[in-house]
């Protein structure tokens, strides 16, 4: 490495490390970026315990009421029969990807609390690549979020839901994909934010809309027209059916039946795969976005 | 080092830098002297590629800060007016970051780090979280980080703002010491102009314009003389007196009247004698780079500009409140 231009002999000038532009360089930069994230996730116990207490509040509270309700009325869930489930077992998939879209859209803003607290620049004025920036801030945020998904499996008991080693090691990368674009979108949108004020908004009208619309809560099928369209613009609707699918394979529940409760299209239901491709193009799209905003320079 | 050539910055409405001219030389402390909103944050700014120009050159290490941006964040070492510590890691984990993000290899690291903390005295709290840390001690881990990677040059925005005056001391003497071991280039804001002594070179900036640049006693022989500070309950009638009877310059600074004359000692007498305007006090001093200050731009530093937010800042960081971006 040669050193500076005029540099004396005094200045003992070695500039640091690889060249920014190169891959190793990057990966680095990722890496370090995202390990932050996790470290402040895993020292944060309190964070962690907290997060359990509000899916713990719709499974145990809103789901058993919901679900004595629905029995009052001759049903305790949808379907008769064998091919019959709970409200609360039809919720848990739905409260698994609620988790997921706070802990993704919470991690993400921390890049605008970073802002405030100055820690941004330290990160911006580093010889890194700001892509490898809004990568790894997006990684380190799809973790946390992962992490947090997966810790409610504990809760399956909870809501009446067996499930296997099958189901459990493909939620894993499931539960990842889903927390990926969710906190890209995240990040997409912190990227350009000056202050904590913009969160209230993202909140009312991003964040509850697409919980609501997400099939968490209630079958996305059989609905007036407009909402029905609402929901299938969602693209949060794609991934957290992916994750009901995947939680009830250990139930022994008719696959035509966890179809009638899944996604459908002019009639026909979406083949879980088209709709990984639907989550995972939306989460490559907002990577895009975020990426682009990370490198304008005022 | 540094090297700015009719540099602007115009935000939509308002011209925040209006092409100004700077050389900074190796190895040099060069103080960046201004009140709040002259400018000087956002020139720093620009030098340390945070913002783009509006126009003019800028080169750092001689390296284009435009054209090569990466290159020059390799080069430059910087400590920010707030905090930007990662508050929930420990001292250790944060210097552990910057020395990962400037490709430090782990050896280096390692050795760099233990260096690094020697140097402003925080080994015993390496490994405590930051949050922990008071204000002075914050602001030493981040000199210390700044210089972790063997920059050419260090940037300091306003680096004692908001500390008390003991802090202050300490905060120079680890200047001072860095520069003496890292043999640095220095380049440092400040609104205090005590502090503006310490550097050997000054640029004043006022209004987004340089109003003058060179080394303190340079810019002291500006003020051309000895200046006398007379308080009065009439200030404005004993400024007109003078005016009037000794054909001087006079300038009003609330109830303080200030005259610069050649040679004040044998001056006062007759002022005294002559003035028919009570007098409260008098006070004779060689010129300060306040009153060179003053006489550039005919007001004073820390008039209004540098009241409200910088006590609420100073408060803010006092008790870990909100800070101003």
């Known amino acids: 490495m040669e050193s500076v231009g005029q540099a004396t002999p005094r200045v003992e000038s070695r500039p640091a490390g690889g060249r920014a532009g190169t891959v190793g360089a990057s990966l680095r930069a990722v890496y370090i970026i995202w390990y932050r994230d996790v470290l402040r996730y895993f020292r944060d116990r309190f964070r962690l315990v907290a997060s359990l207490a509000q899916p713990l509040l719709y499974l145990v509270i809103f789901g058993t009421g919901l679900s004595s309700a629905l029995r009052g009325t001759g049903a305790g869930g949808f379907g008769q029969g064998a091919g019959s489930i709970q409200y609360v077992q039809y919720l848990y998939g739905g409260v698994i990807g609620m988790s997921v879209l706070f802990v993704a859209i919470f991690s993400a803003m921390s890049i605008v609390w970073d802002r405030e607290f100055g820690f941004l620049k330290e990160i911006l004025v580093a010889p890194i690549n700001r892509s490898a920036v809004a990568i790894g801030k997006t990684l380190g945020g799809a973790t946390q979020a992962m992490i947090q998904g997966l810790i409610l499996l504990v809760l399956a008991p909870v809501a009446g839901v067996r499930l296997t080693v099958e189901s459990v090691l493909l939620l894993v990368p499931a539960v990842f994909l889903v927390a990926f674009a969710l906190t890209s979108m995240g990040v997409a949108l912190a990227a350009r934010m000056k202050s904590m004020q913009g969160f209230q908004g993202v909140m009312n009208f991003l964040m509850m809309p697409m919980f609501f619309l997400s099939g968490a809560l209630f079958p996305l099928n059989n609905l007036p027209g407009w909402l029905f369209v609402l929901t299938r613009l969602d693209p949060m609707a794609y991934g957290v059916d992916v994750l009901r699918r995947v939680v009830l394979m250990g139930s022994g529940l008719p696959p035509a039946f966890v179809d009638r409760l899944g996604m459908t299209v002019n009639g026909t239901v979406i083949s879980p795969w088209i709709e990984v491709g639907v989550v995972a193009a939306f989460g490559l799209a907002m990577l895009g976005i975020a990426i682009a905003s990370f490198r304008v320079r005022d | ?325």
Not at chain 2, 140 to 145: G, H, K, S, V
Not at chain 2, 188 to 209: K, N, P, V
Not at chain 2, 268 to 281: A, Y
């Open chain 2, 1 to 325: 080092m540094i090297e700015v050539i009719g540099l602007v910055k115009r935000y939509k409405d308002f011209e925040a830098v209006k092409g100004i001219d700077l050389t900074v030389k190796d190895g040099e402390v060069f103080g960046f002297l201004g009140p709040n909103g002259a400018g000087k944050s956002t020139t720093i700014s620009i030098l340390c590629t945070l913002l783009k120009a509006t126009a003019g050159e800028v080169s750092v290490a001689g390296i284009d800060v435009r054209r090569q941006p990466d290159e020059v964040r390799r080069r430059i070492g910087l400590v920010f007016q707030d905090p930007s510590l990662d508050d929930q890691l420990t001292a250790r984990e944060n210097l552990e970051f910057h020395g990962f993000v400037y490709g430090l290899p782990a050896a280096v690291r390692k050795e760099r780090i233990a260096e690094v903390l020697a140097m402003v005295n925080l080994e015993e709290r390496a490994d405590t979280q930051v949050r922990t840390f008071s204000g002075g001690m914050k602001r030493r881990l981040e000199i210390a980080r700044g210089v972790m990677h063997h920059p050419s040059v260090l940037f300091l925005d306003e680096p004692t703002l908001g500390l008390d005056p003991q802090t202050r001391n300490h905060i120079w003497d680890y200047l001072h010491e860095l520069r003496r071991r890292e043999g640095i280039t220095l380049f440092m804001t400040t609104h205090y102009m005590d502090e503006a002594e310490f550097c050997e070179r000054i640029a004043i900036i006022d209004q987004g314009t340089i109003v003058a640049q060179g080394t303190p006693d340079e810019l002291k022989a500006m003020v051309g003389g000895d200046v006398i500070s007379i308080t009065a309950a009439a200030p404005q009638a004993l400024a007109e007196e003078i005016d009037r009877a000794f054909k001087l310059a006079t300038m009003v600074e609330r109830d303080r009247v200030r005259v610069e004359v050649p040679e004040a000692s044998t001056f006062v007498p007759i002022l005294v004698k002559e003035l028919k305007t009570p007098l409260r006090s008098l006070t004779l001093s060689r010129p300060s780079l306040d009153d060179v200050f003053i006489k550039l731009t005919g007001h004073a530093i820390r008039d209004e500009a540098a009241g409200g937010m910088d006590q609420f800042r100073a408060m803010a960081q006092r008790w870990g409140g909100p800070r101003r971006r």
